[in-house]
């Protein structure tokens, strides 16, 4: 089945710092998407991407479908985004999501 | 936010107890899902449904059945609670089959 690799497992940075948050698919890509899991443990969709570049404020994304690969960016990190990054996915003709295992991201005051 | 309620949002049952768990949207989305989260194995899909009465497994769908007899509710039923169904449990929906998911807050169950 569709495999999915997050890198870093485990990130901590200071406060301010920027990020690149990765992730590989096994094979071809779509209905690719980022979420957030705060230290409470709820999951938020930060970013539906099936290919191309978007951004919403501090944060932004970019899939390229064909390569197998979707980044996440954060600029100038707060403390408030700690927690866990997933991304999730379906191969050509897949009906489900499959998660990657995510990213840990600690920001440091 | 979208509008997805899960209940209840703790739990605590014996093994062998049944436990159902409820999750209503008021956000109209066909697509309902639920997932289980566990250390070490991220997000697994145990079921999900595609409208009334119209479900399928999911990854993990052994000791798990569910029903959804309104477009709003999909409630997950645990026959026979085992410790090994320990874990929690989110709920997620979405316009379409594997568009963007939107979760609820999740369920906290502990077999003992």
């Known amino acids: 089945g569709i495999q999915v690799e997050q890198s870093p497992p485990d990130l901590i940075l200071q406060e301010g710092a920027n990020s690149t948050l990765r992730c590989n698919f096994s094979d071809s890509v779509n209905n690719l998407q980022w979420f957030h899991q705060n230290p409470w443990g709820q999951l938020i969709n930060l970013f539906y991407?099936?290919?191309g570049t978007k951004q919403n404020g501090r944060l932004s994304a970019t899939t390229v479908a064909t390569e197998r690969y979707s980044l996440l960016y954060i600029s100038s990190s707060q403390t408030t985004d700690s927690g866990v990054y997933f991304c999730a996915g379906t191969i050509q003709g897949a009906q489900k999501l499959v998660f990657g295992q995510g990213t840990r991201l600690t920001i440091n005051p | 936010d979208a509008g997805i309620t899960q209940s209840p949002r703790h739990k605590v049952t014996e093994t062998g107890t049944p436990v159902t768990l409820r999750c209503h949207q008021t956000?109209?989305?066909?697509?309902m899902y639920w997932y289980r989260q566990d250390p070490g194995h991220g997000l697994r899909l145990i079921h999900y449904?595609?409208?009334?009465?119209?479900?399928d497994k999911g990854e993990v769908s052994d000791g798990y059945s569910v029903s959804r007899s309104k477009t709003e509710d999909f409630l997950l039923t645990l026959e026979s609670a085992t410790s090994s169904q320990t874990s929690v449990y989110f709920c997620?929906?979405?316009?379409?089959?594997?568009?963007?998911?939107?979760f609820g807050e999740g369920s906290r169950l502990t077999v003992l």
């Open positions: 991407i099936p290919s």
């Open positions: 956000e109209n989305h066909r697509y």
């Open positions: 449904s595609y409208g009334v009465k119209d479900t």
């Open positions: 997620a929906i979405s316009g379409r089959n594997t568009g963007e998911l939107f």
